[in-house]
């Protein structure tokens, strides 16, 4: 029985790890963004998906609710920090600003 539940644990999901949707406000308007986020370790590795395309999460590390990662698209790279700031929100800072993004279930 100690087996099984030692075993659970390391197999247990992060908080983060899950679809997340968000918005952005743009000069071109209002567009949907969404992440798909998986923690293994200290790694955070995933995808963003807007309606322009997608792309993998790159350098991803998290400390705790904390956590960093950067995005390569259109010969560009965007760092962002983002913390979990409930079981169903998170709050993403970059360059462009903050957004909130909302678990989806």
């Excluded at 200290?42 to 993998?56: D, I, L, S």
């Excluded at 956590?67 to 790279?77: R, T, V």
Aim: aromatic content about 12%; hydrophobic content about 35%; proline content about 0%.
């Amino acid at each position: 029985i100690l087996f099984v539940f030692g075993c659970s644990s390391i197999f247990a999901q992060n908080a983060i790890d899950g679809n997340w949707k968000g918005t952005r406000e743009t000069e071109n308007g209002t567009f949907e963004i969404n992440y798909t986020f998986k923690v293994e370790g200290k790694v955070v590795t995933g995808v963003w998906k807007t309606q322009f395309g997608e792309a993998k999460l790159e350098d991803g590390k998290i400390e705790g609710k904390k956590f960093s990662y950067s995005i390569s698209f259109n010969d560009n790279k965007m760092s962002s920090t983002a913390e979990l700031i409930s079981d169903d929100e998170i709050l993403v800072k970059n360059e462009r600003g903050e957004m909130k993004l909302k678990r989806v279930k």
